[in-house]
């Protein structure tokens, strides 16, 4: 049975008509723009093939945002604005948290609500507070000048005007560079600000640093808007080049959880659409089985773009994935206790753009589970992670990564970290370009970070290029041993490989049962051989060979320092190092 759409029909409708039909059912959106109030929803459905696709060289946009009119300002032609309660816009959204935050595009891009500094950031003073936290985090210890509550000293020179102000926030790291939070301005005292401490896990520590947004008073940039949360008006400094009339503005209104749900599904395949402007995600897979996403583009998401979740064999391919407020493609499947895999094939897909609302380990691509294959993508522009992994039984081969982890501190590409049985991991011919980090970071940023005893991963065959910043090679390892990094091209790269050693005390107490910071499955606690079987590595002493990796047979170009903290503890044979040819 084939099914047609166009924009003046009720699609969802349509859609489950389908999804609900015997046998073998096709769906054929014309070009057109499909505004959607309600989710289309496929639930159930496996009583044939369902195909969801674009007619042949057409492009339906299933849009959940509105344009609004705009008025130039009598004073600046710089600036426009809009009144929003009259657009119809009742909810105004969040202007913090991970969810149903309010956002203005301008062709497709995000715009930057106003903000003080406008490059860079800002250090908060002393930090007041009644609860002091001087809890263990991690490997880290406790620290004296750390509170609970978001009080800060602050000397911003419009500090006095923000308090006129009803609507601001900041973005912070509160105590740490590699964990970040959205927080909103309570209320301003004098030179104290004082935020919403919620989202701030790890409490404040002074001098954290940090902007203040969406502050009329702050908006002298093009690019830069405000939006009244009393009122409803918009205020916007439009970029440089905007045509009135000809550029797109939008504003995503659509507030349900996801645009399109399929669950319990099999046999469904969705081609060809375009997915716009949701205030939260665009496509949620979950206990399905057989499912495809093909030649998609999901484009100016609040949250997660797409979410693939206790599946069996999905593909997402050839998508363009972009301009997502959290994570491009969040995906967990298969089961690490029994090790069956989920069958998730990611491949040939653009993810750009990400992570743009949550600045640190929310990543392009991230899988959680066991049995993933991550080829042919590229990725680039964000913040912090590209890749991140929490999974047994994952390829990644022949992906271009470039110009990541710019943001946040001791970060990494690629990024694993907490558990010595996350294995099966191979990260094979892959291009890693411009991945140095911050210049004040502590730490640094590396292509691929591998973290707190993870161990038994296969680098090899890559090419890094520009890559590792600050105290962090191109690859670097932290507390794993057994890791092989071999026949990669290492190309101007201020550091090649960087350690940080562990104690073999540290080892011992963080490898015994319960101690890793990944949970570690019931099957190897209840003493199951079938990880053994799987990974014959595991058949030797977990606590020999403590800090031994291996670096082997790489060519190493017109780089800075080799090694950094190798404690000849590792192998290092049959690497090649030459200056650049000119």
């Given amino acids: 049975m084939v099914y047609y759409a166009d924009p003046s029909c009720n699609l969802a409708g349509i859609i489950q008509e389908a999804a609900d039909s015997e046998g073998d059912a096709t769906v054929i959106l014309h070009g057109g723009e499909y505004y959607i109030q309600d989710p289309i929803l496929i639930a159930d459905h496996s009583k044939g093939r369902l195909v969801i696709r674009a007619a042949e060289g057409e492009q339906p946009v299933i849009r959940g945002d509105i344009k609004p009119s705009l008025q130039q300002d009598t004073d600046d032609e710089r600036i426009y604005h809009a009144d929003l309660a009259a657009e119809g816009i009742k909810d105004l959204g969040r202007l913090t948290g991970k969810y149903n935050r309010f956002a203005l595009f301008c062709n497709g891009i995000r715009q ?79 030179n104290t600000v004082h935020v919403d401490s919620t989202d701030a896990i790890y409490g404040f520590k002074n001098g954290f640093k940090y902007y203040a947004y969406n502050m009329l008073c702050e908006m002298d940039r093009p690019g830069e808007y405000h939006i009244d949360t009393r ?24 507030t349900g959880r996801y645009m399109l749900t399929i669950t319990g599904s099999s046999d469904v395949t969705v081609e060809g659409l375009e997915f716009r402007g949701a205030r939260n995600s665009a496509v949620l897979i979950s206990g399905s089985e057989d499912i495809s996403l093909e030649k998609c583009r999901v484009s100016g998401t609040g949250a997660d773009a797409v979410i693939v979740t206790d599946c069996k064999d999905v593909r997402i391919a050839s998508c363009l994935i972009e301009h997502s407020g959290l994570e491009g493609i969040l995906s967990k499947g298969g089961d690490r206790k029994s090790l069956e895999h989920a069958g998730y094939v990611f491949e040939n897909n653009v993810v750009r753009h990400f992570s743009e609302l949550k600045y640190t380990y929310h990543s392009g691509i991230r899988f959680t589970g066991c049995g993933a294959e991550i080829r042919g993508n590229e990725l680039y522009d964000c913040p912090s992670v590209a890749i991140g992994l929490r999974g047994n039984d994952i390829i990644i081969e022949k992906n271009h990564l470039h110009d990541l982890a710019g943001e946040g501190d001791d970060q990494g590409a690629l990024d694993l970290y907490g558990n010595y049985y996350l294995r099966g991991i191979v990260v094979r011919d892959n291009l890693w370009e411009n991945i140095t980090g911050r210049k004040d970071a502590i730490y640094g940023a590396a292509a691929i970070r591998l973290d707190d005893m993870i161990s038994g991963v296969e680098i090899r065959g890559n090419h890094f290029r520009n890559c590792g910043g600050g105290k962090f090679g191109a690859v670097q390892i932290h507390g794993g041993k057994d890791n092989i990094v071999e026949g990669n091209l290492f190309e101007s790269c201020a550091t090649v490989v960087s350690f940080s050693p562990w104690e073999e005390a540290k080892w011992t107490e963080l490898t015994a049962d319960g101690k890793h910071w990944v949970s570690t499955p019931d099957s190897i606690s209840t003493g199951d051989p079938l990880y053994l079987e799987r990974y014959p590595a595991l058949q030797k002493d977990i606590n020999t060979g403590i800090n031994r990796n291996y670096i082997l047979n790489n060519t190493i170009t017109d780089c800075g320092r080799l090694f950094f903290r190798e404690n000849c503890n590792n192998v290092v044979e049959g690497n090649i190092v030459k200056s650049l040819e000119l």
């Avoid at 002393?126 to 985090?137: A, D, I, S, W, Y």
């Fill in 112 to 190: 930057t609500p106003a903000r003080w500094p406008d490059d860079h950031y800002a250090h908060a003073g002393k930090v007041f507070g009644k609860t002091k936290r001087n809890e263990v985090v991690g490997i880290i210890a406790p620290e004296d000048d750390v509170f609970s509550e978001g009080i800060f000293e602050c000397d911003a020179p419009r500090l006095r005007q923000w308090e006129k102000e009803c609507s601001g926030a900041i973005h912070a790291f509160p105590r740490f560079k590699w964990n970040d939070a959205a927080l909103e301005i309570l209320s301003i005292d004098n």
């Fill in 231 to 254: 009122s409803g008006r918009l205020s916007w400094m439009v970029p440089s080049g905007y045509s009135h009339g000809q550029d797109e503005v939008s504003i995503p209104v659509f």
